[in-house]
């Protein structure tokens, strides 16, 4: 039995572990950078240690109770995210973190699972019956999502948000909700961007005046791409890497925040391209193989999970590569796996987690 459900699961297994390996090796790496990166292989290796514990103790418990009582999962986190932005620690400019001193909390990323925990629950098991009912659903989950994100917006942590709206849109599609409501907001979300983009580039005085400065100079950074120390030694970084490479303790170019946002860089000055060729390899790989698994779901509360855990995966390896290329914005989105970071690592292992234990139950 042993033998059958590894030799089924190598898709997962090998560049699961591929992407492990890679990612200790660029944080054994980063302390050779600078003395702020020293415990980051320790502290790495913890997370993933405790995923793999978390994976084995969810195996043993009924994880239906966590969409029952998701709600609650939902309003702890609403509260974490207002604690945040009164006592927590701030780095580079944001307040997205509570310090338990080893360990630094981001609510932000824990709201995902929450969230969509709560909203999975609530797509698989509402029924309509009429627009108007459609409708005072639609704004509640309107209000759900506004909450968090509001919150996250003061911190300020524009990344989240997008996940926030992505989980929303992925669940909500899934649900049994009429399609036309799409196309709706679609026309409103497009007239508002159109509105928007002819007030920054040809009334900014107005936009300044409606917005404030302090929100428009946040929008524009959004705008700028290819500049600055960060994405200019990352590409340099990666365009000038041979082939192949091996430096675990010689530091190349440096990169600042190489190891969270940069990682996919960093990984040129360690392993060479080929070190990122295995990364966009084991990452295709594993998309096919969650996409698949997905779909073999039968439970629906598991499935729109799944396809939440797809989606959030797959967005975060495209941000986060066409950050470190210079052709999408810096805004904090970590590369899956690899990146260092405790909350997010964590929030990852609790999907797989709670997915891969629903799997369990269906052979039983």
Not at 9 to 26: C, H, Q, R, W
Not at 142 to 149: E, H, Q, R, V
Request: net charge positive; hydrophobic share 55%; charged share 10%.
């Amino acid at each position: 039995m042993k033998k059958n459900f590894i030799w089924k699961n190598l898709f997962f297994i090998i560049p699961f572990m591929l992407l492990l390996a890679i990612s200790l090796a660029l944080m054994y790496h980063a302390s050779f950078i600078s003395n702020l990166y020293q415990h980051n292989f320790e502290k790495q290796l913890t997370w993933f240690i405790i995923g793999f514990v978390l994976i084995f103790i969810m195996s043993f418990i009924n994880t239906d109770i966590l969409f029952k009582y998701s709600i609650y999962l939902y309003i702890i986190n609403v509260i974490l995210l207002i604690l945040v932005l009164v006592i927590g620690q701030e780095i580079n400019g944001a307040r997205a973190w509570i310090n338990l001193h080893y360990f630094n909390l981001q609510p932000s990323e824990f709201m995902k699972i929450s969230y969509s925990l709560y909203l999975a629950n609530l797509c698989s098991k509402k029924k309509f019956y009429s627009w108007k009912e459609e409708g005072k659903f639609l704004l509640y989950v309107a209000l759900i999502f506004l909450i968090p994100s509001i919150l996250v917006f003061l911190e300020p942590d524009t990344g989240a948000i997008i996940f926030y709206l992505l989980i929303t849109i992925v669940l909500l599609w899934n649900s049994k909700i009429n399609k036309k409501w799409f196309l709706l907001f679609g026309l409103l979300l497009i007239s508002l961007l159109g509105a928007f983009f002819y007030l920054y580039f040809f009334q900014k005085d107005l936009l300044i005046s409606l917005i404030g400065t302090t929100f428009f100079y946040r929008v524009e950074r959004l705008f700028t791409l290819g500049t600055g120390m960060q994405i200019e030694n990352a590409l340099i970084a990666i365009g000038s890497a041979p082939l192949f490479r091996f430096n675990l303790t010689t530091t190349g170019i440096y990169i600042p925040e190489a190891p969270t946002d940069f990682a996919f860089a960093l990984t040129s000055n360690v392993f060479g391209l080929a070190g990122n060729f295995t990364i966009l390899l084991c990452y295709l790989l594993l998309d096919f193989y969650f996409l698949h698994y997905a779909k073999k779901i039968r439970h629906k509360n598991y499935r729109l999970l799944a396809y939440t855990f797809l989606t959030i995966f797959i967005v975060s390896q495209l941000i986060n590569i066409s950050m470190n290329i210079g052709i999408f914005p810096i805004i904090g989105i970590p590369l899956p796996f690899i990146s260092y970071g405790g909350s997010s690592t964590i929030v990852l292992f609790l999907y797989l987690s709670i997915i891969f234990r629903h799997n369990k139950k269906q052979k039983k």
